[in-house]
């Protein structure tokens, strides 16, 4: 088991940068991969950027070259950095967890706010 707690989320303008924080109840070291996913109301939950425990990175398509994600083991913290944000950008960001190597999450954090004003 783990608990994943989010930080960082808020209101930020168009074009502005926010960072968003997951820190885990336990070692990341050995987690399969650790990921940042989003959903709005009404639609499935989405991959934004995950890591794997080797460094390995994956990102959606709309995000890629604006948001970097990256790990922290020493702290056991996965981290967001969210560059160039736009209004659509805006929903509720989730921290996922892999510990038991399903190839998605089997473990989620309570998600944070992320608001762009346009």
């Known amino acids: 088991q783990v608990q994943l707690v989010e930080s960082g989320g808020g209101l930020v303008q168009a074009g502005g940068s926010l960072r968003l924080s997951c820190a885990a109840s336990k070692s990341i070291r050995s987690i399969y991969h650790m990921g940042w996913y989003r959903q709005t109301p009404g639609k499935q939950r989405e991959l934004v950027a995950r890591i794997t425990s080797g460094g390995s990175t994956d990102y959606a398509d709309s995000v890629k070259d604006r948001f970097t994600i990256s790990r922290d083991n020493a702290k056991n913290t996965v981290y967001l950095q969210m560059n160039s944000l736009k209004p659509e950008d805006t929903t509720v960001y989730y921290c996922?967890?892999?510990?038991?190597?399903?190839?998605?999450?089997?473990?989620w954090g309570q998600g944070t706010q992320v608001t762009v004003s346009s």
């Open positions: 996922g967890a892999d510990i038991l190597n399903w190839g998605r999450p089997n473990y």
